[in-house]
Structure formats: structure tokens, C-alpha cells
């Protein structure tokens, strides 16, 4: 988001490219294939059947007490996750797995926790414990937000703050589940010394990190490289935390309930270090020399799934001391990591520079759409990774505090459910990412600020720009039927005589959700032929309709009378008509690249009488130039066609369209994208196209894999 304002102020030059990007940081429903559960899990004969919960991110009712206070529900929406009904979806899906599964373990590669409340993972665990009592063994680690946590209560009716949970309370709570010498071989914190079995002493500070047998050919190497040892407290004694209602000791440490405890921050950031990849890259050796198949189990993602529209540091471990962690591990002999973080179903296979391959098994959150539940079979040389999503949730675990009607939507349809909840909570962020201090500054580009004499006219406009431009075009209605008479898609493209195909889709942010519900859920493929791309297309002409009609860039020369005179309207019927823009006529890109308050265009010397076409190759020139992530891969002077002497500087935005949807902006959003000159350098190894990450069959010798029907 950190570039949104400029994008925006280049809008007549990627327009189209900017609203595709901002609807893809939006999602909605796509009906996807269901596998069915009961037919994979118990397929036959198998050599170990492995589930894999992810994220599971429970806030216990125990710990919340009061989820309809306004603090708890401000919390629930800063995210896309169904907190409140975390605790029911878990002890549905263990009931599942005990009454429909033959797994032989279970593994939870962190977060167990939503905030790290000691109440909450001591809920968790007894929910772990069923499962073993099943028979099933289980191994989880921690994530990065399951330990030295800000964690709170809602009891009273407000925010108060409650335990959180230490790395040595987080190794008694799950001692059973990866945490006791008698299942565990080795635990990081003992390695090298005769002890290194024992459980015994985990204390503040320990990195929990540990070796065990999954059965008689496979092992685990469970590694924990989050942000909680002691390196990373915040021993600050300023009160740092003070603020947010912490008292800080003499030590740094913060106070809560009379217990003194470390909080973390940047946690969100990883932790690798060289000790503790050097350490796994050993046990990765120790196991192929001993005969066993290494599985690694991580809380971050190996390597980066999400591509260049996206990406981000954080969205993969970080790789210490110029290290490569994918190369150390692949050429260790690990053939495949389970891991979590980004809450995306994404499976991708990663070549290390010496030709040694990992499949990064990345499963999304069991909290929130898609629900999934991982599961890992193998039979000699075949592998199989498959997903089961969650289609209801038993009645008595539904939360007390639900409505009668909340109930019975949950209970006639947990999908639907979860796909309009993520719906709801995506809608609501990125109101509050683009909110009006970002239009105000927007506006302040444009040479429109509050002097005192015309505050209520700027806040007027603000208002306008959010509520009559932004919003009205995100929850703008597709078809006619359910525009009541007002502007819709449909009508708009059916005023320049195009037609729109039909969908099930209603407005344009529940189209847009349908691309990124695809990422979360593992089916982000579209093709540019696809009934979604000719309706995103129209979408973008009609969010130009909509800044003509508010008349924009009038309304911002009133109150800037230096301001250009553009006249936007002009172009909106050859845009509609044959998919280009005209930005060289009507004042166009002159009237707005000279007008903006941006140093680095003032820089390129176009004023109010510059020649209109020399001047779109100059900007052309400078946007090549800009670090922008999301045109790093798009040739843009290919879509502009500049041919002075016959009056045409125009931008082709139907084949921008067309020919970037699926290979670049869509598949943005995943690393099926990235190219050789990613700054994520060894990523030019991966292997990763849709649908394959929800059906795969890998070869484990060769990793060979094909995607399942």
C-alpha cells in the first residue's frame, strides 16, 4: 500500500493496471472444487498418513469471556480471521479426523494462538490431546504469534490484558505434542551434549526447535525460527509499552497480573539463524544416513509464494548470514517442509543451484476460508498431498454469544459462511488502509489543501472522492437488475453498445473477491478468455465513467484554479468502444503530469505547452524507470501506441489487459509469475502452477509430480 498514492496519481497512464491491483488486494466467492474427504484419507495401503493443521489462530471464549464487547470486535476485524469461531472449527476438525481419517499424526506448524494467551493454548492443547487419545500422534511449534504475545481478555466489556505464554510455558502446555524426551529425539536447545533428549529445563529464551520419529521410515525436523528467543526481547526501560497500558520494570520486562514477563517486537519478522540452519541441515543428514525420509515442519514458508504484486520479506524465512535456507535444506536430502504464515493453500517445488528438489507444502489457516485440513500420504515411491476443506462445524461448538440467525447461517452453509465473512473483513480493511487521510494527501498532490478560508470545500471534496469515487466503485453493482435504476456495468457498457456476459457475481468488489479467494484457497488460475477477466475489464472503463461523471478533476479546479483543465469525458466512449485511451487529447496527460505536485515529474520538464506526445514517451521512460513491483514484469510501452504526425498517443488497455491478467497480474498475487530478475534470486528454481496445490502426486525419489483429477 505503501505506493497506492502514487499509483493513483499516474492514473491516466495505469489506470487499468492500479485498479486490477487494488481489486486484487480485494476477494469474493469462486465455488471450488471439493475433494471428496472420505475417499483419500483411507485409500488404501500406506507407509504413513500425515494431517497438517496450519494457523489455527483460536481465541478460547475461556480467555475472550465477552466477544460482543466493541474492543473484541474491533479485534476480530483487523484481520480476515473467524476468531470467534476458531474454537468451534478445531474441535469439529479433530472430531473429523478422529471419526473419518486414518492418520497416523497430526502435525500444527504454529499459531496455535490468535495472541499467545496462556488460556488459549492450554484450550488448544486439550483439544491436541483428543487426538492422541485417538491414537493419533501430534507435533506442533510455535509461530510467531504464539509466544511473549500482547495478549488480552474481554472480560468486563473491554480490553484487559492477560497472560501470555513464554517459551518454557509453551514447552509444558505441549509437552506431549513434540515437548517430552520420551517421543522426541533431539531438542535444539541440548544439541551436542549427552542430554540432548531431555526435555527437562526449558526455560525463557530457549529456541524449541527438536527432532522425532514419525514412524519407522519417516522423521521430522521440527524447526522453529520465530521471532521469541531471548536475542529479540524488547528490554527497552523507557516504558515502551506503556502506552498500550503495560508497566515496564527496572529489567525491561513487562508486568502483567504480577508475573514479569518479555514481549517481542517485529515479530512477524523471522528469526532463522546460522546455528539453528546449520543444526537442521545436520539432523537433515543424520536421517538420510539413518535410512529415514526427512519432513521438516516451519512455521514461515520455505521460499516466497506470493509473487511481485505482493511479496514480501516476511512471507518466507529469512535467510541468515547469505545463506540459502531452501538450498541448505534441499541439499541436506529434505524432501518436503510443512509450512504456514501467509494463509494461502500453495504447494511449490524448489530446485536447489545443485539440483536437488523440496516440495514447500504451505497450507492457509484453519480459521478462516478456505478452513482446510492438509493431508500428506505416502506409499513407497508415491506421495500424495490432498485437502479436505471444512464444510460445516458441529452445532454444540458453536460460541454462545452467536444470534439465532448467526447460527442458522453457519449451520445451512459454512462455506458460504466463511466466504462472505472473508468478504466482510477484506472489505473493511482496505477501507481502513485507504482512508481519508490518504485522499487528503492525494488531494495535497493536486494542489488542494486546508488554508482556513476553505477547509469545509477541501473536506467536502475528501468526503466525495471516498464515498462517491472509491467506494461507489467497489461495491459498484454489475448488472442493471441490481442497480435500482442507477449506474451498474452493464448499463454503462450497454450506453457505448457492449455487452457484459452474465455471472453470479453482484458488484465489482464481490468479483474482484473471487481472484484472491482463489490464492487463499489454492485455485488462483484464470485464463484471458475467462467471463471474470471480460467483466474486470469493463469494470476499470466504468471506474473512468465514474471519476468523469464526479467530474474530478473540476471539482479539484475550483479550489486549485491553477489547476489544468482536463477533460476526462471525452475519452470514455473510445474506451468503451475499443478498450483505448486516448491520453494525448482533451489535455489529458499534459493538464495532469503538469499539475502534479510530485518532484520527480516536475523533474522531467513537461509544462502546461509541452508537446503531447513526446511528453507520453518521456513518462514512459520515468515509469520504466520507477521501482514499482507490480510493472517489473509488464513491458507498458508495448500497450502505447505514439504516432505524432497522425494525432495518436494511446494506451491500449483491452490487451493490457487480455495479455497480463493471467500471466502477470493475477498470478502476481503467486510465485507462478516470478522471473529470474525476482530480488528473491534463488527463486528462478521453482515449479508452482495452479491447481496443483490442492491435488498432487510427487514421485519422492525423482519429485516428479502431476496434478490429481
Known amino acids: 500500500m505503501k505506493r497506492v498514492i502514487f499509483r493513483i496519481l499516474v492514473i491516466v497512464l495505469i489506470m487499468a493496471l492500479l485498479s486490477s491491483t487494488l481489486l486484487l488486494f480485494s476477494c469474493k466467492k469462486k465455488k471450488t472444487q471439493e475433494s471428496d474427504y472420505g475417499k483419500f484419507v483411507k485409500d488404501g495401503e500406506k507407509d504413513i498418513s500425515i494431517g497438517v493443521l496450519a494457523d489455527i489462530h483460536v481465541m478460547s471464549e475461556t480467555q475472550a469471556v465477552d466477544m460482543t464487547c466493541s474492543d473484541y470486535q474491533a479485534w476480530e476485524a483487523h484481520g480476515q480471521k473467524m ?128 527432532v522425532a520419529d514419525l514412524s519407522d521410515k519417516y522423521r521430522l525436523i521440527a524447526i522453529d525460527m520465530c521471532k521469541c528467543t531471548a536475542d529479540y526481547y524488547l528490554m527497552d526501560t523507557d516504558g515502551s509499552y506503556a502506552a498500550a497500558g503495560y508497566q515496564v520494570d527496572s529489567d525491561g520486562y513487562v508486568l502483567v497480573n504480577g508475573a514479569r514477563y518479555p514481549l517481542v517486537s ?163 480493511k482496505i477501507k481502513n488502509k485507504v482512508d481519508m487521510d490518504l485522499i487528503y494527501k492525494l488531494l495535497s498532490k493536486l494542489g488542494v489543501k486546508k488554508d482556513g478560508s476553505n477547509d469545509a470545500a477541501v473536506d467536502s471534496l475528501a468526503s466525495g472522492v471516498y464515498n462517491d469515487v472509491f467506494l461507489r466503485f467497489l461495491k459498484l453493482p454489475l448488472y442493471e437488475k441490481d442497480a435500482n435504476g442507477g449506474l451498474s456495468v452493464e448499463g454503462a457498457a450497454k450506453a457505448y453498445g457492449k455487452s457484459i456476459p452474465r455471472s453470479g457475481y453482484t458488484d465489482v468488489f464481490n468479483l474482484a473477491m473471487s481472484f484472491v479467494a482463489g490464492m487463499y484457497g489454492g485455485d488462483e488460475k484464470c485464463s484471458a478468455d475467462e467471463t471474470r477477466v471480460t467483466l474486470l475489464e469493463y469494470s476499470i472503463y466504468t471506474a473512468f465513467k465514474i471519476i468523469a461523471d464526479f467530474d474530478f478533476f473540476g471539482k479539484v479546479r475550483i479550489l486549485n484554479p491553477s489547476f489544468a483543465v482536463i477533460d476526462l469525458a471525452s475519452a470514455i466512449p473510445e474506451l468503451f468502444k475499443n478498450g483505448k485511451l486516448d491520453v494525448c487529447k482533451d489535455n489529458l496527460l499534459i493538464g495532469l503530469v503538469s499539475s502534479l505536485d510530485i518532484k520527480a515529474l516536475k523533474s522531467l520538464g513537461i509544462g502546461k505547452n509541452a508537446n503531447p506526445y513526446k511528453a507520453l514517451k518521456l513518462v514512459l521512460d520515468f515509469v520504466k524507470k520507477l521501482d514499482l513491483d507490480v510493472l517489473s514484469e509488464i513491458d507498458l510501452a508495448s500497450y502505447v501506441s505514439i504516432i505524432e504526425k497522425h494525432e495518436i498517443g494511446v494506451i491500449d488497455l483491452n490487451k493490457l489487459i487480455k495479455e497480463n491478467v493471467e500471466s502477470k497480474l493475477l498470478l502476481g498475487l503467486t510465485n507462478d509469475s516470478l522471473k529470474d530478475q525476482s530480488k528473491y534470486g534463488y527463486l528462478d528454481g521453482v515449479t508452482d502452477t495452479a491447481p496443483a496445490d490442492n491435488r498432487l502426486k510427487i514421485n519422492i525419489t525423482t519429485m516428479a509430480y502431476s496434478t490429481l483429477k
Open 266 to 428: 517485529s515479530r512477524h519478522d523471522g528469526a532463522m539463524t546460522e546455528s539453528i540452519l546449520r543444526w537442521a541441515e545436520a539432523k537433515t543428514k543424520e536421517a538420510v544416513a539413518a535410512g529415514k525420509i526427512p519432513v521438516g515442519m516451519m512455521h514461515f514458508p520455505l521460499i516466497q509464494h506470493f509473487g511481485s504484486l505482493v511479496e514480501a520479506d516476511n512471507a518466507a524465512v529469512n535467510d541468515p548470514a547469505g545463506l540459502y535456507v531452501a538450498d541448505i535444506l534441499a541439499d541436506a536430502g529434505m524432501k518436503f517442509i510443512f509450512t504456514g504464515h501467509i494463509h494461502i493453500q500453495d504447494n511449490a517445488l524448489y530446485t536447489s543451484k545443485a539440483g536437488n528438489k523440496i516440495l514447500d507444502i504451505n497450507s492457509a489457516s484453519l480459521c478462516n476460508y478456505p478452513t482446510p485440513v492438509r493431508y500428506f500420504r505416502a506409499k513407497g515411491e508415491d506421495a500424495y498431498v490432498r485437502t479436505w476443506n471444512m464444510n460445516y462445524v458441529k452445532e454444540e461448538y458453536l460460541p454462545s454469544y452467536l444470534t439465532a440467525e448467526e447460527k442458522a447461517s453457519i449451520l445451512k452453509d459454512f462455506k458460504s459462511y466463511s466466504v462472505n465473512y472473508l468478504d466482510g473483513s477484506m472489505f473493511a
Open 83 to 210: 476468531l470467534g469461531l476458531s474454537g468451534s472449527v478445531l474441535k469439529t476438525a479433530v472430531d473429523r479426523i478422529i471419526e473419518e481419517s486414518d492418520f497416523d499424526v497430526v502435525l500444527v506448524s504454529g499459531d496455535n494462538s490468535d495472541d499467545g494467551g496462556e488460556v488459549t493454548h492450554r484450550a488448544v492443547a486439550a483439544e491436541l490431546a483428543r487426538l492422541e487419545a485417538a491414537g493419533i500422534k501430534v507435533y506442533t511449534i510455535p509461530g510467531n504469534h504464539d509466544i511473549n504475545n500482547k495478549s488480552y481478555t474481554y472480560a468486563g466489556g473491554k480490553a484487559t490484558l492477560t497472560n501470555p505464554t513464554t517459551e518454557k510455558e509453551f514447552a509444558e502446555i505441549y509437552a506431549d505434542f513434540g515437548y517430552n524426551s520420551t517421543d522426541t529425539l533431539e531438542f535444539y536447545k541440548n544439541s551436542g551434549t549427552a542430554a540432548a533428549a531431555s526435555s527437562a529445563g526449558f526455560e525463557i529464551g530457549d529456541n524449541l526447535s527438536y
